[in-house]
């Protein structure tokens, strides 16, 4: 499934990274969500890093570090999923 939503300064690491997250069994899907320039993930952040936010009835609510800020992502599980992809996200990360 491809990448929706908002996306206006996706680099090319996220979206590797997306793309690394959309393979993962028991993803739907991932929707790109607005972008924050000049923030970060905090210390030692490199671009593509994936932090999970929370985990909610439908997904996994994360966040991206892109080259000019942040990135939101909205990450669609099977049910039941969202617990081991977040673990695994963490992992790749």
Known sequence: MP??????STSKECKRTIEQIEAIDGVIGVI???SYGGKSLGQNSRTGAVKVQRIESAGIK??????KGLQELFIRTEPGAAERIAAEIARFS
Do not use: D, E
Not at 3 to 8: A, D, E, K, L, V
Not at 62 to 67: F, I, M, V
């Open 62 to 67: 994360a966040a991206t570090q892109s080259g």
């Open 3 to 8: 990448s929706r939503g908002r996306h206006q």
């Open 32 to 34: 790109i969500g607005h």
